[in-house]
T-cell receptor, first 112, second 115 residues
Framework: QKEVEQNSGPLSVPEGAIASLNCTYSDRGSQSFFWYRQYSGKSPELIMFIYSNGDKEDGRFTAQLNKASQYVSLLIRDSQPSDSATYLCAVMLNNAGNMLTFGGGTRLMVKP | GAVVSQHPSRVICKSGTSVKIECRSLDFQATTMFWYRQFPKQSLMLMATSNEGSKATYEQGVEKDKFLINHASLTLSTLTVTSAHPEDSSFYIC???????????FGPGTRLTVL
């Protein structure tokens, strides 16, 4: 079992719809969770981080964390073609210092 | 804030040469920097963790004598790919963590092509 798992996609949604990206992790002691967006040929850019159970909203993005079920998700409201990218879930595993463990990424395609 | 730069952005070299890549935190001090490698259509692979003033910690399977890392200051880490070969061609990305957070901010990456 991989430590951080994501569906590779592609996840295809129409413009204006809500895109839901999911991530599960194996280490129950993990404390910090991050979502990065990576456009093709570019480096990852931070979208959000979340530490506590529940929802965290930032503009069109909402991160959701459920530590009991060991999953973290990212919702993108009013999806735009410019949101088309690979979304990387990253987890700071317990006792890993500042090291992040990345999922394989989910490719999102937003169709005009 | 939290800007990380990398230089060069792209390099093409002949097999056998050494290539140095610089990673700088522009507006914060980074006690820890990370070096990743990414092959086409694959996810990030952590190569090593670099701590200022101490030796880097390499991930399993990464040759420390081939990938030399020097974290000379709180704002600069360098990765030198020694005697590069075509199989070293990849996208090399660094990230840095400000001292008061655990968030990693990525540089723009360096695309290395070894002929």
């Amino acid at each position: 079992q991989k430590e951080v798992e994501q569906n590779s996609g592609p996840l295809s949604v129409p413009e204006g719809a809500i895109a839901s990206l999911n991530c599960t992790y194996s280490d129950r002691g993990s404390q910090s969770f991050f979502w990065y967006r990576q456009y093709s040929g570019k480096s990852p850019e931070l979208i959000m981080f979340i530490y506590s159970n529940g929802d965290k909203e930032d503009g069109r993005f909402t991160a959701q964390l459920n530590k009991a079920s060991q999953y973290v998700s990212l919702l993108i409201r009013d999806s735009q073609p410019s949101d088309s990218a690979t979304y990387l879930c990253a987890v700071m595993l317990n006792n890993a210092g500042n090291m992040l463990t990345f999922g394989g990424g989910t490719r999102l395609m937003v169709k005009p | 804030g939290a800007v990380v730069s990398q230089h060069p952005s792209r390099v093409i070299c002949k097999s056998g040469t050494s290539v140095k890549i610089e990673c700088r935190s522009l507006d914060f001090q980074a006690t820890t920097m990370f070096w990743y490698r990414q092959f086409p259509k694959q996810s990030l692979m952590l190569m090593a963790t670099s701590n200022e003033g101490s030796k880097a910690t390499y991930e399993q399977g990464v040759e420390k004598d081939k990938f030399l890392i020097n974290h000379a200051s709180l704002t600069l880490s360098t990765l030198t790919v020694t005697s590069a070969h075509p199989e070293d061609s990849s996208f090399y990305i660094c990230s840095a963590t400000p001292g008061d957070t655990d968030t990693q901010y990525f540089g723009p990456g360096t695309r290395l092509t070894v002929l």
